[in-house]
């Protein structure tokens, strides 16, 4: 079983639907919680940032952590065209050391149709 | 502009011949790393480093090395490429510190070897 398991997709919206982009996870001891945006051709962005559990919103995006379930949301309202893209779940344990090493998902690609 | 900038973008060669892909970053960090980006395996660290002269294995180190000889450049070099080695490169910088996960990468550069 890999540590994080992420639905590859490809999903498809029309514009201004809800996104909801979900990763789970088997190591209790992952404490920081990230979400990536890659655009075709490009280095994958940081998007949202959680530090444990709980929710954090900016703008047009809701991250939420529920660490009971293991489980990890990534929240799009009112999508856009230009949310197009690859988000990419990342998580990493405290105790990780100084690399504090990123376990990735595999990423849920993102088509929001005009 | 803060960025990571990685040279070349594209490059075609032939096994065996040895390669340096460049990752010079403008921002002053400590951290930096290589990943490599495949369908199906997702984002996989080849090296790390936290500073000046301090280079460590990340998961797939096989066939690569690194040098971190400037704060800013962290070449990765392929002495003796091999088809398995064709791939998606991406560099990556941060700073160090505690709750400071945020990962800037450069554009990548895309990797054929015949």
């Known amino acids: 079983q890999k540590e994080v398991e992420q639905d590859p997709g490809p999903l498809s919206v029309p514009e201004g639907a809800i996104v909801s982009l979900n990763c789970t996870y088997s190591n209790s001891a992952f404490q920081y919680f990230m979400w990536y945006r890659q655009y075709s051709r490009k280095g994958p962005e940081l998007l949202m940032y959680?530090?444990s559990s709980g929710n954090k919103e900016d703008g047009r995006f809701t991250a939420q952590v529920d660490k009971s379930s293991k489980y990890i949301s990534l929240f799009i309202r009112d999508s856009q065209p230009s949310d197009s893209a690859t988000y990419l779940c990342?998580?990493?344990?405290?105790?990780?050391?100084?690399?504090?090493?990123?376990?990735w998902g595999l990423g849920t690609s993102l088509a929001v149709n005009p | 502009e803060a960025q990571v900038t990685q040279n070349p973008r594209y490059l075609i060669t032939v096994t065996g011949k040895k390669l340096t892909v460049t990752c010079s970053q403008n921002m002053n960090h400590e951290y930096m790393s290589w990943y490599r980006q495949d369908p199906g395996l997702g984002l996989r660290q080849i090296y790390y480093s936290m500073n000046v002269e301090v280079t460590d294995k990340g998961d797939v180190p096989e066939g690569y090395k690194v040098s971190r000889k400037e704060k800013r450049n962290f070449p990765l070099i392929l002495e003796s490429p091999s088809p398995n080695q064709t791939s998606l490169y991406f560099c990556?910088?941060?700073?160090?510190?505690?709750?400071?996960?945020?990962?800037?990468f450069g554009s990548g550069t895309q990797l054929s070897v015949l």
């Open positions: 990556a910088s941060r700073i160090t510190g505690y709750l400071n996960e945020k990962l800037f």
């Open positions: 959680t530090y």
């Open positions: 990342a998580m990493s344990a405290r105790n990780a050391g100084n690399n504090r090493k990123l376990i």
